[in-house]
């Protein structure tokens, strides 16, 4: 019975690859991360009613980095007004001094914020999912 001999050819580079693989994934997934971050903050400014103002000026993005490397990103509206914007506000009534009934102050919910970052997210992670099968490994399940 002869034996059966392999030959592995390149083995060495092929392991320097795969060592070189996170480093590569994180280097390119950071820019598109950033990308995304600041793609919803564009379309979030750009979907609120009042061309100019706080809640515009104040949504902003803030990378997240660990060991130098951007690992994520937070889109944030530090305005005052973006809770009751997202979520509306309640009427409020009060009575005039001839007892007549007012209402005031109803504002419905816009949405404008989380709908976008949750549309940005899938979006981004799709990308994500991509970029690590061009790499060569596989992908399975959802995020």
């Not at 390149?10 to 480093?23: D, M, N, S, V």
């Not at 549309?119 to 990308?127: M, S, T, V, W, Y």
């Amino acid at each position: 019975m002869a034996k059966s001999l392999v030959v592995w050819d390149g083995l060495a580079e092929l392991r320097a690859e795969i060592l070189a693989l996170p480093e590569a994934c994180t280097g390119e997934a950071a820019k598109r991360i950033e990308g995304a971050a600041n793609g919803a903050k564009v379309d979030i400014a750009g979907a609120y009613p009042w061309r100019t103002g706080d809640l515009r000026k104040k949504t902003t993005v803030t990378p997240v980095t660990r060991k130098g490397l951007i690992v994520g990103a937070v889109v944030k509206n530090t305005s005052k007004l973006a809770s009751v914007v997202e979520n509306g506000s309640q009427a409020r009534h009060y009575f005039s001094i001839n007892g007549v009934k007012h209402l005031t102050g109803k504002m419905p919910a816009l949405h404008v914020f989380v709908p976008r970052i949750l549309k940005a997210r899938r979006r981004l992670i799709q990308e994500l999912k991509d970029m690590v099968a061009r790499h060569g490994a596989k992908v399975s399940g959802d995020a």
